[in-house]
């Protein structure tokens, strides 16, 4: 029930595409959905996040989009670009009187070529 | 600023060594993380500490003792490690609520126990 589950493992994608990365969860009661990017050595790095009662939240080339009933969400690049080849993300968490869980998803190689 | 440091970079120690690892964020945040990230594997929890109190182990083995001296610094204390400990050990913090549960990692230390 703790488990986030993401696809594809890896991803490659032509410059100017759009690359997608999906996620599901089972827990209904994870209540912030974060994505990270890292680069090899570096820590994650946040690039967009969503609560559950919003279906949709653009910032930038990067957009999630949310389906609460299917208890899954997705990431959206678009315009990919070389520079966003990294390992990406999804997380899901949950605050709670003396428990917190941050689950991540097993998280999704992209490569983009120039 | 948005940043949290994380010393030393690299480490390498032996299985009879004690180290301690530090981290270090000035952004008022009142929750720190320890992570532990093995290589192409996503990040693993292994302790939460809220308004400088350890609220959360996730059953990590004692050789691993984590502090936390004021609300700026973690510490994580090393002991008797073995091989499989190797990995790139992540710390991060967040405002530490439910509203706001952004975590922002460092660049991590990556340890080698030989």
């Known amino acids: 029930q703790q488990q986030v589950k993401q696809s594809p493992q890896s991803l490659i994608v032509q410059k100017g595409g759009i690359s997608i990365i999906n996620c599901a969860y089972e827990n209904t009661a994870f209540d912030y959905f974060p994505w990270y990017q890292q680069f090899p050595g570096k820590g994650p790095a946040l690039l967009i996040a969503i609560r559950p009662d919003v279906s949709e939240k653009k910032e930038g080339r990067f957009t999630i989009s949310f389906n609460k009933s299917a208890k899954q969400f997705s990431l959206h690049i678009m315009d990919s670009q070389p520079g966003d080849s990294a390992t990406y993300f999804c997380?899901?968490?949950?605050w709670g009187p003396g428990t917190y869980k941050y689950i991540f998803g097993t998280g999704t190689r992209l490569k983009v070529l120039a | 600023d948005t940043e949290v440091t994380q010393t030393p970079k690299h480490l390498v120690m032996g299985m009879t060594n004690k180290k301690s690892l530090k981290c270090e964020q000035h952004m008022g945040h009142r929750a720190m993380y320890w992570y532990k990230q093995k290589a192409k594997k996503p990040p693993e929890l292994m302790f939460v500490?809220?308004?400088?109190?350890?609220?959360i182990n996730e059953s990590v083995p004692s050789r691993f003792s984590p502090e936390c001296p004021n609300s700026s610094l973690l510490n994580l204390h090393l002991h008797a490690l073995q091989p499989e400990d190797s990995a790139l050990y992540l710390c991060?913090?967040?405002?530490?609520?439910?509203?706001?549960?952004?975590?922002?990692f460092g660049p991590g230390t990556r340890l080698t126990v030989l």
């Open positions: 997380a899901a968490s949950r």
């Open positions: 991060a913090s967040s405002q530490g609520s439910v509203e706001a549960d952004t975590q922002y």
């Open positions: 500490y809220s308004y400088e109190k350890l609220s």
